[in-house]
């Protein structure tokens, strides 16, 4: 039976760090903790904004969480630096094992599919910028229903969009949030662990498969 492939999107495949060359440029404290400060903010507002079923595309949040991070650290940046930082988030580089990965798991009787909180536009844009758009059959974008994960809601209309089976569909996401949302909709998961410190939820939810790369997701998948 052939398989669905939906890879999530930021900090998955592409490295959200790659925003500290534009920071180094324009922050006068710490690059690493200004950024990961505006990732956790960036996530942290749509999950707000789903529960709170008051929807802004995953672009305001980022430039609101952008606004956040420069109050908290006492950041006083201009609109233009602002842009400067935002425009970056679409020239964002893939990770290193990523090219490999995806040839990789493209020879599998598997499709792909990147499936992000991201618009569609957005989302192909960096992929494309990236030199990995051309594995995908197709985006999936949450932007559409006007929610994000790990709503139930996003990963029924994933299945809708790829025209595929909960059974027969994995998850693949650095996000252990992510994970969770898919294995409580019925599909399987694998949590792809970018660092040896990232932990996984103790929600007694685990992961079908944890790896260190999408070299170790061919591994399991065979």
């Known amino acids: 039976m052939s398989i669905t492939l939906a890879f999530d999107v930021y900090g998955t495949l592409i490295d959200t760090q790659g925003v500290l060359t534009a920071l180094e440029t324009v922050v006068a404290g710490d690059a690493t903790t200004f950024s990961n400060t505006w990732r956790e903010k ?16 995953f672009a305001t949040c980022t430039r609101q969480a952008l606004d956040y991070t420069c ?58 910028n990236a030199g990995i758009g051309h594995f995908f059959a197709g985006v999936v974008s949450c932007n559409e229903i006007q929610s994000f994960k790990p709503n139930p809601a996003v990963y029924s209309y994933f299945l809708r969009q790829a025209s595929s089976y909960n059974n027969a569909t994995w998850l693949i996401s650095s996000n252990p949030f992510d ?44």
């Open 179 to 222: 994970v969770i949302g898919a294995i409580s909709s019925g599909w399987r998961a694998a949590w792809l662990q970018r660092s040896t410190a990232a932990v996984f939820d103790p929600w007694d939810i685990p992961p079908t498969a944890t790896v260190s790369s999408l070299i170790g997701l061919c591994e399991v998948l065979d």
């Open 71 to 128: 109050a908290f650290y006492g950041e006083e940046l201009s609109a233009q630096q602002k842009k400067l930082l935002l425009n970056s988030y679409q020239t964002l580089p893939a990770f290193d094992d990523v090219q490999e990965g995806l040839a990789r798991l493209k020879k599998k009787n598997a499709t792909l599919y990147a499936f992000s909180n991201g618009s569609k536009q957005a989302v192909e844009q960096l992929l494309d």
């Open 42 to 57: 960036q996530l942290e507002y749509t999950f707000r904004r789903g529960l709170m079923q008051h929807y802004v595309d």
